[in-house]
């Protein structure tokens, strides 16, 4: 008797197939998963955090182009990889490949293809940023749900999208965006890999942290001393089961973040652009000096404002209390104490059931990640911007969600209740504190969160009675927490930002406990202590009305651009006289022009969109090129004009090659003054 094999290419019977289409989810059941959630989810959730994600859009979307071009800098090396891909790829500052930024592109890259996409404006700079920000919370929100209730998800949710530097942040064209989006990813995908023991979720974490490195180099891998050793100790796998995923995801940020840095590296210098911010056109240079060993020690080889590592230097006071300081303390810290307290709150209230208890490694990872960022920032003795902080921001907001959400399901004991009521005060009397220094801007706010605090305090130490109270608690408790920096965040969306340093917040004046330096304003760039006008304005910078790309006002001056230029930015104001110089035949250079500094170099280049060589790189003091390079294409007629200014990069332990170019360039060619600027015409013969 002869048998046959069952064919296993043949179709299954008609009513197999009607069971599996009638099993396949259509479009209207996906609509209404979206909307309604898991099936073993309340009604209330899902709607719930699609109203938080539609808030944190608005609020990061609303009066975007208030900013203009925001860090000019940036938006310049951006106006170049739209002209020339080559300057994509490099993350060059103009088009003609003089010389990069002072950071990996990988940031530039997600903008500069919003650009190519819809063209050279304020929107499409800014747009992916606050994308970026929406997606932040929805990852930590789903860090935190995945092992915690859904209102503690909400709130982490809630305190991310409202801590002040980060609605700076998400609305700005700088990397951070980018790398607390990845850092959050890389912290979501250990989780998973913890919980399931499965190697791929930690290669694509490591993949996520190599990415972060060619965002903003070494503070990418911050976050990797917490994922490493929760990793190790969470992980349901063998200890060497263990540790071959660890390298295995060792390898994949070498070769996420390695590709572009081979490339870098093994092109001729000739045949590539200069590499920004290093002193021998080295990018490893730059990772482990300027960008990175400098950063701690002071010590960066180039920067015209010096550091150190004690005492009140150019980057304010280092130690402990630090980043509670008015420099800092209104751009993140408004639940700082809160977190740290209910990080040890929701270690005792999880315990040590088992090794490998996610929810003990969400804690760990979160309150790791938290102190050893926290740690450095606060003890780092090179040059430290405010904004930093943005990276505390998801570890802050997932503690204190996870904390409040595990404290509210104990509030039946006495002792559990107690301790709510504590931190609510401590909480609360931080808020009003961070209020009192911006005393002048809406007082009556911090008179509220002082009144929710005390009745907050004191409802949360009623036994449970009944929902209505419940509620009642709940939203007073929120009013304590999240008014201050709300209002806060609110209010950086109000006002225009540009520059290297720009702050959240209204001004405040108080050195508060860190000491440090006062922030006058909060609404432009300036250096460290420098004074500025009322509203947040620094002088020779931008109103806070903000500067629409492009525009152009009367003959005034380029702000930090022409005659008394500011290294750190400002206002990307033009005179039309000195545009039509500069327009004037530009297709026949290389070079429009040429000025020490990339940021006068981007505020002519964004008037015009013509490259602008960037003298110097972004302090002025960087050798690039030198004077004889710079000689040489002078005589090739490559350099049309020469833009004088008043940079001092004497202080500088870097290159005076700049200063060498200037003083040749005023020794052999007539100045001229157009629009209230000096300019060199270098085609007129020397």
Not at 429 to 450: E, N
Not at 477 to 503: M, Y
């Amino acid at each position: 008797m002869t048998t046959h094999a069952p064919d296993v290419t043949a179709p299954p019977p008609p009513s197999a197939r009607a069971a599996a289409s009638a099993a396949r989810p259509t479009v209207s059941d996906r609509l209404r998963r979206l909307v309604r959630g898991r099936g073993d989810a309340a009604r209330w959730e899902r709607p719930a955090l699609l109203g938080l994600l539609l808030a944190t859009g608005v609020l990061y979307v609303v009066n975007l182009d208030v900013n203009g071009w925001a860090n000019a800098f940036y938006s310049a090396a951006v106006q170049a990889g739209s002209q020339s891909w080559e300057a994509f790829f490099y993350g060059s500052s103009d088009a003609a490949n003089a010389i990069t930024v002072d950071k990996p592109p990988a940031f530039l890259w997600v903008i500069g293809i919003s650009v190519r996409l819809f063209g050279l404006n304020s929107w499409a700079i800014l747009l992916p940023q606050a994308l970026m920000g929406v997606a932040s919370v929805a990852i930590l929100y789903r860090i935190v749900r995945r092992r915690f209730s859904a209102g503690a998800a909400l709130v982490a949710g809630a305190v991310l999208a409202t801590t002040p530097v980060a609605t700076l942040m998400f609305r700005y064209d700088n990397p951070d965006a980018l790398l607390v989006l990845l850092t959050v990813g890389a912290i979501a995908l250990t989780l998973r890999g913890i919980e399931s023991g499965r190697m791929r979720w930690v290669v694509w974490a490591g993949v996520l942290v190599g990415l972060g490195f060619l965002t903003k180099q070494l503070q990418a891998f911050l976050v990797l001393p917490p994922l490493v050793g929760v990793y190790l100790v969470a992980s349901p796998r063998p200890v060497l089961r263990r540790l071959g995923h660890l390298a295995a995801a060792a390898a994949a940020i070498v070769v996420s973040a390695g590709w572009w840095v081979a490339i870098v590296e093994l092109v001729p210098a000739s045949a590539r652009p200069y590499i920004g911010g290093s002193q021998t056109n080295s990018f490893l240079e730059l990772t482990f000096g300027y960008n990175g060993l400098g950063r701690v020690t002071g010590d960066e080889t180039g920067s015209v404002v010096p550091g150190g590592t004690t005492g009140a230097g150019s980057w304010g006071s280092t130690g402990l209390t630090r980043l509670f300081g008015s420099e800092f303390g209104t751009q993140v810290t408004w639940l700082l104490p809160t977190a740290l307290l209910l990080l040890v709150v929701s270690l005792v209230a999880v315990g040590a059931r088992r090794r490998s208890d996610p929810r003990q490694a969400t804690v760990l990872v979160l309150g790791s990640s938290l102190l050893v960022t926290g740690a450095v920032f606060s003890f780092m003795g090179g040059i430290f911007h405010p904004y930093y902080t943005v990276a505390l921001a998801p570890y802050i907001a997932g503690l204190v969600g996870i904390g409040a959400g595990l404290l509210w399901q104990r509030r039946a004991v006495l002792a559990w209740r107690i301790a709510t009521s504590v931190i609510v005060a401590v909480s609360g009397a931080w808020s009003f504190a961070l209020l009192t220094q911006a005393s002048s801007w809406q007082p009556w706010i911090r008179w509220v969160v002082l009144a929710a605090t005390v009745v907050g305090a004191v409802l949360v130490l009623v036994p449970p009675r009944g929902r209505r109270v419940a509620s009642a608690t709940i939203a007073v408790v929120l009013v304590a927490a999240l008014l201050g920096p709300t209002a806060f965040s609110v209010q950086t969306t109000t006002v225009g930002h540009t520059g290297a340093l720009p702050s959240a917040g209204p001004s405040v004046t108080s050195a508060g406990p860190g000491g440090g330096i006062g922030r006058p304003g909060g609404a432009g760039g300036g250096q460290p202590g420098q004074q500025q006008a009322p509203g947040g304005q620094a002088p020779g910078g931008q109103a806070p009305g903000g500067q629409a790309p492009g525009q152009l006002q009367g003959d005034g001056t380029a702000g930090g651009a022409g005659g008394g230029t500011n290294l750190l930015g400002g206002s990307t104001e033009v005179s039309e006289k000195v545009v039509a110089a500069l327009s004037a035949d530009a297709d026949d250079y290389t070079w429009a022009a040429a000025t020490v500094g990339s940021n006068s170099a981007a505020t002519y280049q964004l008037a015009t969109g013509d490259p602008v060589m960037a003298i110097g790189g972004y302090n002025g003091t960087d050798p690039s090129p030198t004077l004889s390079e710079f000689t040489t294409l002078v005589a090739e007629g490559r350099v049309h004009w020469f833009i004088g200014s008043s940079t001092n990069t004497s202080g500088s332990s870097g290159s005076d090659a700049a200063t060498k170019i200037a003083a040749w360039v005023a020794a052999n060619f007539d100045a001229q003054t157009v629009g209230g600027v000096t300019m060199y015409d270098l085609t007129s013969g020397a």
